[in-house]
Structure formats: C-alpha cells, structure tokens
C-alpha cells in the first residue's frame, strides 16, 4: 500500500511538471503570435491547458481513502489529536474532490450535483466523528465512523459506482506513523 501511494505521488508530480512544460510552451506559442493583448481563442486554449493539469476526481478520492483510513487507526488507538487531524484531512480532501467534479453526468444524462451530498455528510456523519474524538469516546467514534462508511457508499451508488464499497479498513494506509499515542519517538 505505501509502495502504491509512493508511485501514485511521485507519478502524480512528474504529470504536473510535465503538463505545466506544456502550458508553458503552449502559452508561449499563443503569445508569439503577434498578439499584444491574448484572443479569445489564446484564452481558450490557455484555459484546456490548465484543465488538464487538474488531476481526476479519483486521484482525490484516493487521498481520501489514506486520511480516512489512518482514521480510523488513530481513534482506535484512542490517539484523539492525531484523529482529529486526520478527519480534518479527510474533509479537506473530500472538499477537494468534488471541488474537480462538483457534478456528475449519469448514463441516464441527468446531472448528480455533489455538493449536497457532501453538506450532507459534513453535518451528520463528520460532524459526529468531530465530536466523539473531542470527547475521546471510543463507541461514539466506531458508531460514527461506521455511519460515515454508510453514507459514502450510499453518494458511490447515487452517482453509479456501486462497485466502490468502502469498508472498516484492516491496516493502516500509512506505515510510518505510529498510531499509539503512548509510543516513543525516535524508534
């Protein structure tokens, strides 16, 4: 698992520097010109090469699933400010997921706003998780990430991806942490 996300990281960098190169040469292309002030078509193309500098929604999910995994291992572990700061990850990359595809077109051609979804989410779910990790109580913490599990499946099969079934995870996703809150550093 952390060989994967190493690759999927370090894949993702290199695309970026490649396609921001490419922004780069097309936006000097574009100037070169002749053009004192960019065209409309400069503009369009200018904006085609920043979005596909945006990586895919699935990338973000992917970060998702290390923070909420790491998650759950931290509140396990009853290591409350390392969960809270791995909740907060995990919202924020949720934020950021549907931030890249805030709608999604259906095979049916109707639109699935995202956004909802994720209000939905962030006040039941997330917002119990918050509270039971400030309380430092492990069975509100399980409920509640549990109820979280539930919802994201019920957003994967609302937006046609039922095959994306998320489940209490059976190791950490990060290796290098140590989730106890008791343990001591450097080992």
């Known amino acids: 698992m952390k060989n994967r996300f190493v690759m999927v990281a370090a894949g993702a ?10 922004v780069n040469v097309e936006i000097a292309a574009a100037q070169s010109q002749g053009a004192a002030e960019p065209d409309a078509a400069a503009l369009k193309a200018e904006i085609e090469a920043l979005k596909r500098l945006v990586p895919s ?3 973000a999910m992917a970060d998702v699933d290390y923070q909420f995994s790491n998650l759950w ?3 396990k572990n009853a290591n409350w400010p390392l969960a809270e700061f791995y ?8 934020n950021w997921a549907v ?7 259906l095979s049916s051609g109707a639109a699935l706003d995202l956004r909802p979804m994720l209000q939905g ?7 119990q ?14 409920a509640a990430y549990r109820q979280t599990i539930t919802e994201c499946y019920a957003c994967h099969k609302l937006a046609e ?4 079934r998320p489940q209490i995870p059976e190791a950490p996703a990060s290796r290098m942490i140590n989730m106890r809150p008791d343990a001591d550093w450097p080992r």
């Open 87 to 94: 909740l907060n990850e995990t919202r924020s990359h949720l």
């Open 13 to 22: 960098a290199l695309s970026s520097v490649v396609l921001l190169a490419l």
């Open 121 to 127: 989410v962030e006040g039941s779910s997330l917002t």
């Open 73 to 75: 291992f931290a509140g």
């Open 129 to 142: 998780l918050k509270t039971a990790i400030e309380k430092a109580d492990p069975k509100a913490f399980e």
């Open 161 to 164: 991806k039922p095959y994306l």
């Open 99 to 105: 931030r890249i595809r805030p709608v999604r077109k």
């Open 57 to 59: 929604q699935s990338h």
